[in-house]
């Protein structure tokens, strides 16, 4: 199984900051043939299921805010929002859909200082 | 605007066995670019990909959860189910129903889940 690290595991950032989480693969996700990360990112508030926000560890799913950006490849990754809002406290999960078993990073929970 | 809804009981006891429904609704089960999955939650904790079916029955399961584990698809009521025998507290859990993408694991709709708790 490939295992995914997030860090840290709780951030507090003030509004208008900026927020970095961070994900590691046990192994690359990048598959060769194609140049894709097969790397994801959720968001999850409390009492919701999570919500996809990037794929391809960099593009953003319709209707996420720009302020959220994924980057990276290989085995670590970065998910970045420029300037924190109220709205964007959350858990955040990287995946990996590389190979079976789908696997998910623990977690980071996000919130205001 | 697709849906998923998924259905059961909310309280299993140890040893049995846990049985969970999806229904989907606003759009086909048998489109060939989705699989159909479930995915639970612990109480505060991350998330555990269970399994994956496509709508032809072809199963993906978690090897951790692979024994106990059943997944089938029923096309003529555009829903899909979870079996998970010999339940213990550790499979105390928010289940939920998702569809993935084919060609990639991405997880583009979710239900909103069904708490199910393992105790006597």
């Known amino acids: 199984d490939i295992v995914m690290t997030q860090s840290p595991d709780s951030l507090a950032v003030s509004l208008g900051e900026r927020a970095t989480i961070n994900c590691k693969s046990s192994?690359?996700?990048?598959?060769?043939?194609?140049?894709?990360?097969?790397l994801a990112w959720y968001q999850q508030k409390p009492g919701q299921p999570p919500k996809l926000f990037i794929y391809?560890?960099?593009t953003r799913e319709s209707g996420v805010p720009d302020r959220f950006s994924g980057s990276g490849s290989g085995a670590d990754f970065t998910l970045t929002i420029s300037s924190l809002q109220a709205e964007d406290v959350a858990v955040y999960y990287c995946?990996?859909?590389?190979?079976?078993?789908?696997?998910f990073g623990q977690g980071t929970r996000l919130e205001i200082k | 605007q697709l849906q998923l809804q998924e259905s059961g009981p909310g309280l299993v006891k140890p040893s049995e066995t846990l049985s969970l429904t999806c229904a989907v609704s606003?759009?086909?089960?048998?489109?060939?670019?989705?699989?159909w999955g479930w995915i639970r939650q612990p109480p505060g904790k991350g998330l555990e990909w269970i399994g994956s079916?496509?709508?032809?029955?072809?199963?993906y399961y978690n090897p951790s959860l692979k024994s106990r584990v059943t997944i089938s698809v029923d096309t003529s009521k555009s829903q899909f189910s979870l079996r998970l025998t010999s339940v213990t507290a550790a499979d105390t859990a928010v289940y939920y129903c998702?569809?993935?993408?084919?060609?990639?694991?991405?997880?583009?709709?979710w239900g909103q889940g069904n708490l199910v708790t393992v105790s006597s």
């Open positions: 995946q990996q859909y590389y190979s079976t078993p789908i696997t």
């Open positions: 192994q690359s996700v990048l598959y060769s043939s194609n140049n894709k990360n097969y």
């Open positions: 606003g759009g086909s089960i048998t489109i060939t670019t989705f699989y």
């Open positions: 391809w560890a960099s």
């Open positions: 079916i496509y709508y032809t029955g072809s199963t």
């Open positions: 998702a569809r993935l993408q084919a060609v990639a694991g991405l997880i583009d709709y």
